[in-house]
């Protein structure tokens, strides 16, 4: 009987916590989830990249040399974009990215340069985290990334939308964003359909724009569902 009485404490314990989960997702997933739209490639949708990115000041962005900014109060990023070199800062650790060259990144501890095994992982998640945390800073730049397909996308409200999809590159290749501009090409959000999220077609949004020293425009603030993603001490300079 006692053996008895634990299992149902257990299950009752797994219920209480598991099923509001279940609750919030599924209200979520019916209330958000969204198949990928349709769309057309061709020159209506790149006019339409090429009007955000003059929207965003790009020939200031390509002739800034440095940047850095804060991700979410965790992460600090120094990218020399002159030498595609980033320094990716969390914690006691560093890590030196060379984008150009894989081969020579190089992982440091409280500044001591570091081997093996943990300068392995240490790079490992510092890629993570500069793939992650730049495409939140920089994503409207990308449009005409090599392997980034760009489609006009017609929406409920007959306004037009960029849909852009990544082929390949950063962590996880596949993934299509729809970009949600003002009457001026510049960004106000994006709807997601990524392999990392469990519900496609969440909207999150790009706001609080900041315009760099150099004249390159990036977004200070995202605001996706309850939750806020800060992007802080935003230098760019030519």
Known sequence: MKLKKVFKIIFGVIIFFTLPTLLLFGFLYFKYNEDLPQGTQGIKADALANKMLEALNYDAYKNT?????TFKKR???KWNK????CTV???????VLNLNNPENHSAFVHSFKVDGDLAEELIEKAVKYYNNDSFWVFAPYKVF????????VTLPNNEKGLLVTY?????TPGDSYLWLLDTNGKPKAFKMWTS???????????ANWTTTQSGAQVPTFHKLLILGIEITDIVGVK
Do not use: C
């Open 89 to 95: 800062m969390w914690q006691e650790y560093k890590v």
């Open 145 to 152: 990334d090599e392997g980034v397909q760009r489609k006009l």
């Open 167 to 171: 082929t390949k590159g950063g962590s």
């Open 196 to 206: 990392i999220l469990p519900i496609d077609g969440l909207e999150a949004s790009w």
């Open 75 to 77: 992460h600090h990023y």
């Open 82 to 85: 002159a030498l595609n070199e």
């Open 65 to 69: 040399a440095n940047f850095e900014w």
